[in-house]
């Protein structure tokens, strides 16, 4: 009985540090899972229950190639606002239930946003308004004004930022 108890003992400690070891070996780095998902593509189709939309991805890269911030953005017309809008409203929330916590920052009064952080890690999820003028050439009709929105979610790590020029202070 008593070694029947020892090897069960070693069995789940064995179990335990093999579950433990694989739970590290899966924890990767935000910014590099994005960076794998998007690396080589110039843009991106969102699709919600509202309808599509087609994004720009743009990847910065540090000093020794690694990803530092990831950037989806684009411009869409008054007509795809309720489309946007729900996609920074489920990002938002998305985010928020990952662990990410808003914080205070000086974004402009004319754009709408959100700035949120998870230790080193940063999403900045924001919009804009503007309006295009109507053009006149002498060759046709003129062309409208059009009223439409810019948006960007920008993730990054703080710490890839400076590249190898980082150095850790112990105080």
């Known amino acids: 009985m008593k070694k029947a108890f020892i090897l069960l003992f070693i069995s789940t400690l064995m179990s335990s540090l093999v579950n433990g ?13 994005l960076y794998q998902k998007y690396k080589g593509m110039d843009s991106v189709e969102i699709t919600n229950v509202y309808g599509t939309f087609k994004a720009v991805i743009s990847v ?43 914080v205070q920052t000086d974004i402009s009064p004319m754009t709408n946003g ?22 006149h050439t002498g060759y046709s009709d003129p062309i409208p004004s059009m009223h439409y929105m810019k948006f960007s979610i920008t993730s990054g790590d703080v710490r890839r930022a400076a590249g190898s020029k980082s150095k850790q202070v112990d105080f």
């Open 21 to 33: 070891q694989s739970t590290k070996a899966q924890a990767v780095n935000e910014i590099d899972r």
């Open 60 to 102: 910065d890269l540090n000093e020794t190639g690694k990803p530092k911030e990831i950037t989806i953005s684009g411009a869409i017309s008054e007509d795809g606002f309720q489309i946007v809008d729900l996609f920074l409203n489920d990002m938002t929330i998305r985010k928020k239930a990952n662990g990410y916590k808003e």
């Open 114 to 135: 959100v700035a949120l952080t998870k230790g080193f890690y940063y999403t900045r999820i924001s919009k804009s308004y503007g309006d295009l003028p109507s053009i």
